[in-house]
Structure formats: structure tokens, C-alpha cells
């Protein structure tokens, strides 16, 4: 790959961009390519401008519905791509994927990859508003994600199989990449911390992350008598419809169901204090807050879905339980929480099968690769 080939990242969230694809672009500047980044910009320019990438600003909004919005907004999109005139474009999350893929397509870009995560909140959410979306998002991606230059990176099989079905895309159109990978040097194995077994959920407070039935299985564990503390590790999402109220959270620590840590940047140390990871998320992509704990020597337990189940083997790396099922999680955290002896061995296999199969390095050679084909396929 030389200096005259362009490409352009087009992601929602410069955070997001940070936490999950910062070393591929700069693994694209390293290569060589002028790399352009399109996204809404709050706290995260320096480091996104520190890889030597060129950071332009969209104020593209997760949750606006607003079609007058929505047109400003890609009318805006479409400006920058004339003038950005990339030779390649990679687009991550379902909005950014659509309307990338419609200006790419009017400003004749050659070659497009297109990243879907766990395809989550469109396709699990009962919301009325979600499931009227739904036909229109299908109807986008069967008109814009195939077709020559085009390639759609999957996280897990599931969802090749759901696109297959939904949006009728060709196979030879997918490559499944395991996420976004994690580097182990980042996520020490610690000893586990001494005296009561804690658990711990790291993710966004959302109702569709499963933090409802972790709080029913907290309530369930303090009438059992089973003394196991729960940490949350995050904050709400506005921008998501799936939100958790502020005032729901604080309701749940007050009544000393959970500990309502909040946000923080050193994942670690989470660890370093917690004996178990919990994720009873409906649907994911492949969640990187497993492969942190897990890169750290934690053994898991998650819902039987779709993206965790790549992450935990059940009975080698955690213990899988049905989705939605707060008994079941209760009892699952039981077990684990009295049996010391399965959590290292769980932990210890978990920490192998990342360094084996779910790092940073591998994602981002295997993308680069994908690049290198489609650049000289549309050569």
C-alpha cells in the first residue's frame, strides 16, 4: 500500500473509535495510506490526531430520528467524500454503514467495507419505533451492502446467518473478524483478591445488556443468603433508547442490591478486585468487556447468545446460561462463587484462548488483508 491510496473510517462516537479501532488506524497510517476519520467528535480528538490520521467532524447523532436532521446530515457526508475522494471506506455500526454506503455509492468510492457488530438493539428490541425501523434498515442493506468492492465483516456466524436471511447477502460477501481484539500486555492475570467472592458487569447501562436480570439475581442471592456482591461498571447511554434511567441505578445502590461504580479507564483494576465477570447481554458482536476479563484471567458467565458464546466455551472458560434467566444467572454465580479450584482453571483457559485466538494483532492483520485485497481488486 502506497501514499496515493486514501482510506476513510466513518464511526458514530470518536470514544468508541478510541476503545475499539485505534490500532487499525494507525495500523493504516503505518501502512502507508493517507487516513481520513469521519466521526462525531467530543473528548477524543488528540488521540485519534496523534495516530497522524485526519479527523473530520460530523455531528451524525445515534438516536435522531429527525429526517430534516438526517438529510443535513448526509448531505454533509456526501461533501466530504467528494472532497476526501477515498479509494477505500470502512464504515462500523449500522447508521454510519448506511449512509456511508449510500455517499460512497454516489461519489463512486471503489472499494467499501462495511463492519456490523451484534446487530443489537435493531433486531432484539420489541420497542414500537424499533421494529417500524427495522423493514427500512433491511431493505438499506439489501440495496447497498453486496455488489463488486464490497465486503461486510461479521463478528460471529450468527449474524452472517441473520443477514443471509434478512437482507439477502451473498456469502462470498463476508469475513468474519473477531471483534475488535484485545492486547494481553494491556490485561495482566492477577491473583484473585482475597475474601469474599465479588462479581462484576462492565458494559453501558442498558436494559438490553442484561442489567435487569443481574439486579433480579442479586435480589435472589440476598433472600437465598448467599453474601456475593455485584459491581456495574459503566455509565447510561442517552443516545441509546435502551438507556437505563440514572435514577435506577441509584435506587438499586441504595437498596444495596449492586455497586454502582460508574465509568473507568483502567479496566485492570476491576479485575484485580472481582473474582467473576457477568454479561447477560441479548444479543452482541463479540464483546470486548469479555475478552478484558477473560485477557485477565476471570472466568465468565453470560447468556447463551449470539457473540458471548464465541467468547465463553461453557464449562471451559465460564458457564453459559439462558438469556433473560435471573435464576439461572443467580444459581451460575453460586457455583462458581463456592468452587475456587473451577474459577482459576476457567480463568486460566480464558487468558489462553484470547492470547490464542482474540488479539489486537490478529484483527488488525486480518483487516489489513482485507484492505490489501480490495485495493487491488479495484485497482
Request: with cysteine; aromatic share 4%.
Amino acid at each position: 500500500m502506497t501514499r496515493d491510496r486514501t482510506i476513510l473510517f466513518f464511526v458514530t462516537e470518536d470514544w468508541y473509535l478510541c476503545s475499539h479501532r485505534l490500532p487499525l488506524v494507525q495500523a493504516a497510517v503505518d501502512a502507508g495510506l493517507r487516513t481520513v476519520v469521519v466521526t462525531r467528535v467530543r473528548d477524543h480528538a488528540e488521540p485519534i490526531e496523534a495516530t497522524g490520521a485526519r479527523l473530520i467532524p460530523l455531528a451524525l447523532s445515534r438516536r435522531s430520528r429527525d429526517p430534516w436532521r438526517e438529510t443535513k446530515i448526509l448531505r454533509e457526508l456526501i461533501k466530504i467524500y467528494r472532497e476526501v475522494k477515498p479509494d477505500l471506506c470502512h464504515h462500523v455500526a449500522v447508521k454510519p454503514v448506511i449512509y456511508g454506503s449510500l455517499a460512497a455509492r454516489l461519489t463512486g468510492v471503489p472499494a467499501v467495507v462495511n463492519a456490523l457488530g451484534g446487530l443489537g438493539h435493531l433486531f432484539i428490541s420489541q420497542r414500537l419505533d424499533v421494529r417500524l425501523l427495522r423493514q427500512p434498515v433491511k431493505a438499506a442493506f439489501k440495496l447497498l451492502l453486496a455488489g463488486p468492492g464490497r465486503r461486510v465483516i461479521i463478528q460471529n456466524r450468527d449474524d452472517r446467518q441473520l443477514l443471509r436471511h434478512h437482507a439477502g447477502i451473498p456469502d462470498h460477501i463476508f469475513t468474519l473478524i473477531a471483534g475488535s481484539g484485545v492486547d494481553p500486555a494491556d490485561y495482566p492475570v492477577t491473583p484473585e483478591p482475597s475474601g469474599v467472592v465479588r462479581a462484576a458487569v462492565v458494559s453501558r447501562m442498558l436494559w438490553d445488556k442484561g442489567i435487569g436480570e443481574v439486579v433480579a439475581a442479586a435480589r435472589l442471592l440476598r433472600a437465598w443468603g448467599r453474601g456475593v456482591p455485584i459491581s456495574l461498571v459503566g455509565q447510561p447511554d442517552p443516545e441509546n433508547p435502551a438507556s437505563i434511567p440514572r435514577a435506577d441505578l441509584d435506587a438499586w445502590q441504595a437498596e444495596g442490591l449492586v455497586d454502582c461504580l460508574g465509568h473507568t479507564e483502567d479496566i485492570p483494576a476491576i479485575w484485580r478486585d472481582h473474582h467473576l465477570s457477568i454479561l447477560m447481554s441479548y444479543r452482541e458482536g463479540l464483546p470486548r468487556s469479555l475478552l478484558e476479563s477473560a485477557a485477565c484471567g476471570r472466568p465468565m458467565i453470560a447468556a447463551d447468545v449470539p457473540g458471548c458464546r464465541e467468547v465463553v466455551r461453557a464449562g471451559e472458560t465460564g458457564l453459559l446460561v439462558p438469556p433473560r434467566d435471573s435464576r439461572a444467572l443467580a444459581e451460575a454465580i453460586c457455583r462458581l462463587a463456592d468452587d475456587a479450584e473451577l474459577r482459576q482453571a476457567m480463568g486460566a483457559r480464558a487468558r489462553a484462548v484470547v492470547e490464542s485466538e482474540f488479539t489486537v494483532a490478529q484483527v488488525v492483520e486480518q483487516t489489513m488483508g482485507l484492505y490489501r485485497e480490495l485495493l487491488q481488486e479495484t485497482r
